[in-house]
């Protein structure tokens, strides 16, 4: 279960970093997730968790095909920040990988044999990339 814990921690810090990152630190433009559609965990969050009024402009950006890209993004991310969803994620990111460490320190082996483990799993944590 390490695998699956790590794996979810770096999905969500990946979605996560879609919306939120530093383009130059990140390496690519971000909310890209945004404008294709993608269901991450940002959005399906954002899906369940809003009111009326913002599920209509969630739904409308969703739908539409005719749009200026910076406008989306900005109008999906407020909805995001309104709804909280980066603590929330940033939560879920901490649950996971404290699960991964959790399996690794259950293994009856020596911490040198768990090292590259433990380091890819802070690597994947504190990433900003």
Same mark, same amino acid.
């Given at each position: 279960?390490?695998?699956?814990?790590?794996?979810?921690?770096?999905?969500?810090?990946?979605?996560?970093?879609?919306?939120?990152?530093?383009?130059?630190?990140?390496?690519?433009?971000?909310?890209?997730?945004?404008?294709?559609?993608?269901?991450? @965990?940002? !959005?399906?969050?954002?899906?369940?968790? #809003?009111?009326?009024?913002?599920?209509? +402009?969630?739904? &409308?950006? /969703?739908? $539409?095909?005719?749009?200026?890209?910076?406008?989306?993004?900005?109008?999906?991310?407020?909805?995001?920040?309104?709804?909280?969803?980066?603590?929330?994620?940033?939560?879920?990111?901490?649950? @996971?990988? !404290?699960?991964?460490?959790?399996?690794? #320190?259950?293994?009856?082996?020596?911490? +040198?044999?768990? &090292?590259? /483990?433990? $380091?890819?799993?802070?690597?994947?944590?504190?990433?900003?990339?």
């Amino acid at each position: 279960t390490f695998g699956i814990n790590i794996g979810m921690a770096f999905q969500l810090k990946d979605d996560l970093l879609d919306v939120y990152g530093d383009t130059k630190t990140f390496g690519k433009n971000i909310g890209g997730d945004i404008l294709c559609n993608k269901k991450t @965990y940002l !959005l399906i969050k954002a899906l369940k968790n #809003s009111n009326e009024v913002q599920k209509k +402009e969630l739904e &409308k950006w /969703l739908s $539409s095909t005719d749009y200026d890209p910076e406008e989306k993004i900005a109008a999906v991310k407020t909805i995001y920040d309104e709804l909280k969803l980066k603590a929330i994620c940033e939560t879920f990111i901490e649950k @996971y990988y !404290l699960a991964a460490l959790d399996c690794l #320190s259950s293994i009856h082996a020596a911490n +040198e044999r768990k &090292k590259e /483990l433990i $380091s890819l799993a802070e690597n994947l944590m504190y990433r900003e990339k």
